[in-house]
Every structure is written in structure tokens, then in C-alpha cells.
């Protein structure tokens, strides 16, 4: 990648930038400027993947850097909810689509916040849903953000697809839970993500435990992990164990993930991110 890459392929004229080497990708706004951008994928639904990206923005926004949210779950939106966003609030005028922003400062696109009402179900089949996907890259002015996460849904199908060919991937967080078919599960997204020539951050395995809140002992209700040898198997880092917190439950619930506890694993793992992407 160029030194200073402004993801716009179009005017790029850097001869070693590996993004040259597959297909080309879309061109962002002519008014928007993104440093990395991080993908967030699992192989099935309900494993944590929105809570993780949301808690991964949180972190990096904390630490100070300026944080996008492009939520590509567009049938499953749940990031508008973690952050107490209300349908209507992603505005746009001739030249593009404006974000929402969370009370933090995170800058917000998903189809829920232009919905007149989040309740609307999307009937749309896979074409017209990662065309969205697409135009929620190219036409939203993301502005001066450091780090874009992308919220796709779960599994390797259009979607997933057209965000690695289409948007400048710098890497891809995986997550899993430990009653899945772990090793397959990141197997595909591996597999994917190398095809498409995007490195993989690491592993975050979510809902790995709950704390007994008299003792404090780990009981493992899915069964004992596996995530560390998946993690060796593959060469990959494990960023983080996150358990079953209904602390974090009550937050998503209220819309109030900002507020979260400083001390959470996905701190770390930002940090760990921040430094692999820099
Ligand atoms: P996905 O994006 O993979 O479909 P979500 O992030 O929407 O999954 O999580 C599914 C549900 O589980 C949500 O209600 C979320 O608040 C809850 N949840 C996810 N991770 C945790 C956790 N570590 N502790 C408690 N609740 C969680």
C-alpha cells in the first residue's frame, strides 16, 4: 500500500500498492478521507459480531482516534440500537449521505438510520442489498476517519464479497463463539480473506464463559474452548475471550455501549489492531 493512501484507487497512481493487484476497488467521495479500514466477519448470526465491532469502536475512539461505523449487516442492523441511534438521523443532500453520530463521536451508516421507521423489514434480494453496501462506501462522506469497521453479515455471501472486492479491506477481525464449528468457520472466512488478499487481524472468540458472580469461576456452558489451537493452527492472534457479560446486554438493550467499562477485552484487542495495521 502507498505510504499515504487515501483509498481512492482512481487517482492513485502508486505502481507497489497491493490493492493493485486484484481487482480495482471503488472510489470513495471525493470529501471523504479514510486511514484503515477493518472488517468484522463470523460464519453464522448471533455470535457477538455487531457487539464486537461496537466495542471495538469504543476502544478506538477512546483512545482517541476518529471512528466510522459502516454497519453491512443491512438485513440484521443492531448497530444503531448498541448506540441508541434513531431511524431518520443518516441525512443526505446532492453530494452524498452524512453519517449519524454517536454521543461519543463515532460516525454511524446503516440502513436502519434511513428507514422511517427501524421497525420496516428490508425485502430486497442479494443484488440490491450489496449495491447499498456499495453506495454506503462510495457515496457517504466519511469524514477524517481513522479507522472505518465493517459490520458484514455473517457467512462468505454477497455481501462479505463485495466488501472485500470493493472496499480497500486492510484486515479482518473473525469472530466465533464456542459452540460453532470453530475450525471450519475460520477456515472459510480465512479462506476468503486470502483469496481476496486481505490479512486477518486475529480471532475474537465471544461468549466464551460467564463469570459466576459469587466465586468468580470461569464455567464454560458451551463446552471447553478451543480458539487457542484454532488460533496456533492458523497463525493467527487471538485478540480477545469475551464472556457472557449481561452487563453489556443491559447496555446494548438501553443503547448505551459507549458507557461500557474501560477494562474490557476488546481494549487490548484494539490496541493489538492499532498496532498490526500500523
Ligand atoms: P451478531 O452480530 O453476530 O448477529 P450480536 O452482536 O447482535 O450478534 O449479538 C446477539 C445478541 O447477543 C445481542 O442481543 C447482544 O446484545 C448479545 N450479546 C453478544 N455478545 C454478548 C456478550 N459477550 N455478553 C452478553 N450479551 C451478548
Same mark, same amino acid.
Given at each position: ?5 487515501? =483509498? ?10 497491493? +490493492? ?8 470513495? =467521495? ?79 451508516? +446503516? ?6 421507521? &427501524? ?16 453506495q454506503f462506501y462510495t457515496e457517504v462522506v466519511w469524514d477524517n476517519i481513522d479507522y472505518l469497521i465493517v459490520d458484514c453479515p455473517p457467512g462468505t455471501g454477497d455481501v462479505p464479497l463485495t466488501v472485500f472486492q470493493s472496499f480497500k479491506v486492510d484486515g ?45 469461576? &470461569?464455567? =464454560?456452558?458451551?463446552?471447553?474452548? =478451543? ?52
Amino acid at each position: 500500500m502507498a505510504e499515504e493512501c487515501t =483509498h481512492d484507487c482512481g487517482s492513485c497512481s502508486s505502481a507497489d500498492c497491493s +490493492s493493485r493487484k486484484g481487482p480495482q476497488k471503488d472510489k470513495i =467521495h471525493e470529501k471523504s478521507k479514510i486511514g484503515k479500514i477493518i472488517g468484522v466477519v463470523s460464519g453464522k448470526g448471533g455470535v457477538g459480531k455487531s457487539m464486537v465491532t461496537s466495542l471495538l469502536a469504543v476502544a478506538l475512539n477512546r483512545a482517541g482516534y476518529r471512528v466510522g461505523i459502516l454497519d453491512a449487516d443491512i438485513t440484521g442492523p443492531s448497530i444503531p440500537k448498541a448506540f441508541g441511534l434513531k431511524s431518520g438521523t443518516v441525512e443526505g443532500d446532492q453530494d452524498g449521505l452524512y453519517p449519524a453520530r454517536t454521543p461519543g463521536g463515532i460516525d454511524v451508516v +446503516s440502513l436502519n438510520l434511513l428507514l422511517p421507521d &427501524e421497525a420496516s423489514p428490508v425485502i430486497w434480494r442479494g443484488p440490491i442489498i450489496a449495491g447499498t453496501v456499495k453506495q454506503f462506501y462510495t457515496e457517504v462522506v466519511w469524514d477524517n476517519i481513522d479507522y472505518l469497521i465493517v459490520d458484514c453479515p455473517p457467512g462468505t455471501g454477497d455481501v462479505p464479497l463485495t466488501v472485500f472486492q470493493s472496499f480497500k479491506v486492510d484486515g479482518v477481525v473473525i469472530v466465533s463463539s464456542p459452540q460453532e464449528l470453530v475450525s471450519m468457520i475460520v477456515k472459510k472466512a480465512a479462506n476468503m480473506a486470502n483469496m481476496m488478499d486481505v490479512p486477518v487481524l486475529g480471532l475474537v472468540e465471544n461468549m466464551s464463559f460467564v463469570r459466576c458472580p459469587d466465586c468468580g469461576k &470461569e464455567i =464454560h456452558i458451551f463446552g471447553e474452548s =478451543h480458539i487457542e489451537e484454532i488460533a496456533k493452527e492458523f497463525g493467527y492472534p487471538l485478540l480477545a475471550k469475551m464472556p457472557i457479560d449481561p452487563a453489556l446486554a443491559v447496555l446494548v438493550d438501553a443503547g448505551k455501549i459507549e458507557q461500557v467499562e474501560k477494562d474490557q477485552p476488546m481494549t487490548a484487542a484494539a490496541a493489538s489492531i492499532v498496532a498490526a495495521l500500523s
